[in-house]
């Protein structure tokens, strides 16, 4: 795509995203390493959740990962939205539940400063660029453009669901969650339904990719992370409504981001 439709990243953005995937290496412990990392981490976490947040961490860093490769404003665009998104509820909801944190550990203190910056850096950001155009886009087929709104409406709804009554729409997930996890889960989906919508509007090439790979990663590791830890565990009963409605969900997301990669892929 050429340079003065999608120009490059300003260095301090890209200085300040190799920061945050360093930061996003540690998150992905708790998919990864949990014995190691959980002691470590902010709050008390269990090991569903621990794997939970492993996951999604993981998605991140892959897709801060792809910011840096490609360098653009597309995907950057994206990116910047979803994480403000993702960090100023993230924030929000660390704020309402203080007393998950012991402040006499230096984790908690770390927490609240790479959020904080993430939230003040994104929205900054994304302020500066709010009279330049996106980078052009590809044509989405009447399919897309029909289902990408409804896509964006669902996850959004339950987004905001989870936010504002967190132990009702928790009450399908598979393990218990209470009203801080719920809410802090629920960045996840209202990100996602941000950069849908975005790129629902407007569908660069780039943008469309990372996306669809941070759906895929987002369902995979949701659902793989359940499956190991409960092979080790024997918590979940995968015969439950919830528990199968709760499949269904992040099948559908990972999914959407397989095709999704796959739409992307032939315009390359």
Same mark, same amino acid.
């Given at each position: 795509?050429?340079t003065?439709?999608n120009?490059?990243?300003?260095?301090?953005?890209?200085?300040?995203?190799?920061?945050?995937?360093?930061?996003?290496?540690?998150?992905a412990?708790?998919?990864?390493?949990?014995?190691l990392?959980?002691?470590?981490?902010?709050w008390t976490?269990?090991?569903?959740?621990?794997?939970?947040?492993?996951?999604f961490?993981?998605?991140e860093?892959?897709?801060?990962?792809a910011l840096?490769?490609?360098?653009?404003?597309?995907?950057?665009?994206?990116?910047?939205?979803?994480a403000?998104?993702?960090?100023?509820?993230?924030?929000v909801?660390?704020?309402?539940?203080?007393?998950?944190?012991?402040?006499e550990?230096?984790?908690?203190?770390?927490?609240f400063?790479?959020?904080?910056?993430?939230v003040?850096?994104?929205?900054?950001?994304?302020?500066?660029?709010?009279?330049?155009?996106?980078?052009?886009?590809?044509?989405?087929? +009447?399919?897309?453009?029909?289902?990408?709104? *409804?896509? @964006? $409406? =669902?996850?959004?709804?339950?987004?905001v #669901?989870?936010? %504002?009554?967190?132990?009702?729409f928790?009450?399908?997930w598979?393990? +218990?969650?209470?009203?801080?996890?719920?809410? *802090?889960? @629920? $960045? =996840?989906?209202?990100?996602?339904?941000g #950069?849908?919508? %975005?790129v629902?509007?407007?569908?660069?090439?780039?943008?469309?990719?990372?996306?669809?790979?941070?759906?895929?990663l *987002?369902?995979?590791?949701?659902?793989?992370?359940?499956?190991?830890?409960?092979?080790?565990?024997?918590?979940?009963?995968?015969?439950?409504?919830?528990?199968?409605?709760w499949l269904?969900?992040?099948?559908?997301?990972?999914?959407?981001?397989?095709?999704?990669?796959?739409?992307?892929?032939?315009?390359?």
């Open positions: 795509m050429p003065s439709n120009p490059p990243f300003p260095a301090a953005l890209r200085l300040f995203s190799v920061v945050v995937i360093i930061v996003l290496i540690v998150g412990g708790l998919f990864f390493a949990p014995v990392v959980k002691p470590r981490w902010p976490v269990t090991p569903f959740n621990a794997r939970f947040l492993g996951g961490y993981t998605a860093m892959v897709v801060m990962a840096l490769v490609w360098n653009r404003w597309s995907p950057g665009r994206l990116v910047l939205v979803m403000f998104i993702f960090t100023a509820i993230v924030s909801a660390s704020f309402i539940n203080l007393g998950y944190f012991n402040f550990r230096k984790a908690p203190w770390l927490w400063v790479v959020y904080l910056a993430s003040a850096v994104s929205g900054l950001s994304l302020w500066r660029a709010r009279a330049r155009p996106s980078a052009k886009g590809v044509p989405l087929s +009447p399919a897309w453009r029909s289902y990408m709104p *409804v896509e @964006s $409406a =669902i996850l959004g709804l339950y987004g #669901g989870l936010l %504002l009554f967190p132990l009702t928790s009450g399908i598979p393990w +218990p969650i209470d009203a801080f996890h719920a809410q *802090v889960y @629920s $960045a =996840i989906f209202l990100a996602g339904a #950069g849908i919508y %975005l629902w509007r407007s569908a660069p090439r780039e943008e469309l990719l990372v996306l669809g790979l941070a759906q895929f *987002v369902g995979l590791l949701a659902i793989l992370g359940v499956v190991v830890t409960d092979a080790a565990v024997h918590r979940i009963d995968w015969t439950a409504t919830g528990t199968l409605c269904a969900l992040f099948g559908w997301i990972g999914i959407s981001g397989a095709f999704k990669l796959y739409a992307a892929s032939r315009y390359f």
